[in-house]
């Protein structure tokens, strides 16, 4: 009887740690994808911004294109955060599964 019950609770420890480990993962996963919603978004920006507006403020050399760089990237990972786009939801889901 008393190996039964230490099998019983090697599997419910092990059982533990499964899905400790999954949680992690599920949360990372759900990081990556907002990461990857974010990236889009940013690359979204920068296309429109290269497609026409032009403002003479900020074209400044190499200095006004690094600030403007860091400006789309800020702007996508406040976008991607706040808006409720889907783009990391539906990642989520599909990878998931």
Known sequence: MR???QLQYNQFK???AQNKINKQNQDRLKEVC???ES???GMMFKQMKDAGFKSKLL???IKGKIFKDM????LAK???QKSNLG??????????K
């Open 39 to 41: 990236i889009f978004l």
């Open 71 to 74: 400006y789309y990237d800020k």
């Open 59 to 61: 074209d400044t050399g």
């Open 78 to 80: 406040e976008a991607a």
């Open 87 to 96: 783009i990391a939801e539906a990642a989520y889901r599909q990878l998931n």
């Open 34 to 36: 907002e990461d990857f």
């Open 14 to 16: 092990i059982e533990q």
């Open 3 to 5: 190996i039964n019950s």
